[in-house]
């Protein structure tokens, strides 16, 4: 499994050691609600946390934890999904997902992890286009994927909700 290191940041694929800085971001009504209606019991966390091991173990990549080099703090998470998620349109090409921690925020640590993922996915999966879908009230996350080179082609809904769907070209 791939640990990737950034002027900041390192990024490891997740592990059971990660739950409770899970738990207390998903527990953060600030940063849960910009992606979920209420924030995650431990127990949703946990089965996260299990579908994020399993995806790098079924398919070799999956969401990375966000660690700060210098103190070991933990930042957020980055990752290249294969979800099979049922919408319209299908993603048919790598998912690029993302948070980082509200105290965190605004400090370029989101763009430097997504740089470091999108490098890889670019370079090892060899992925000539990766996609992302934001819900569209996240407006910091549409700023930052903007900044990283997406660009949106569809409007849809995904579990009830509308969400948009943007692309990103390999570089």
Same mark, same amino acid.
């Given at each position: 499994m791939t640990i990737l290191?950034?002027?900041r940041l390192t990024l490891s694929p997740m592990q =059971? *050691?990660?739950? &409770? #800085?899970?738990?207390?971001?998903w527990?953060? %009504?600030? !940063?849960?609600?910009?992606? !979920? &209606?209420a924030p995650l019991s431990s127990e949703d966390v946990w089965f996260r946390l299990?579908? #994020?091991? @399993?995806?790098?173990?079924?398919?070799? !990549?999956?969401?990375?934890?966000?660690?700060?080099?210098?103190?070991?703090?933990?930042?957020? *998470?980055? @990752?290249?999904?294969?979800?099979h998620r049922i919408l319209e349109p299908a993603l048919d090409a %790598?998912?690029?997902?993302w948070g980082v921690a509200p105290r965190f925020q605004g400090k370029g640590m989101a763009f430097e992890a997504l740089s470091a993922a999108l490098a890889?996915?670019?370079?090892?999966?060899? =992925?000539?286009?990766t996609v992302c879908m934001i819900s569209p009230a996240n407006a910091a996350s549409h700023a930052l994927a903007k900044r990283a080179g997406y660009t949106a082609y569809a409007e849809t809904?995904?579990? #009830? =909700? %509308?969400?948009?769907?943007?692309?990103r070209r390999a570089a």
């Open positions: 290191i950034t002027e =059971a *050691s990660d739950l &409770p #800085d899970l738990i207390a971001l527990a953060d %009504p600030a !940063f849960a609600t910009a992606i !979920f &209606p299990l579908r #994020d091991i @399993g995806h790098w173990e079924a398919l070799g !990549f999956g969401n990375w934890a966000i660690r700060e080099t210098a103190t070991g703090d933990y930042v957020g *998470s980055v @990752g290249v999904l294969d979800y %790598p998912e690029l997902g890889w996915c670019d370079e090892t999966l060899n =992925a000539s286009r809904t995904y579990k #009830d =909700a %509308p969400v948009v769907l943007l692309e």
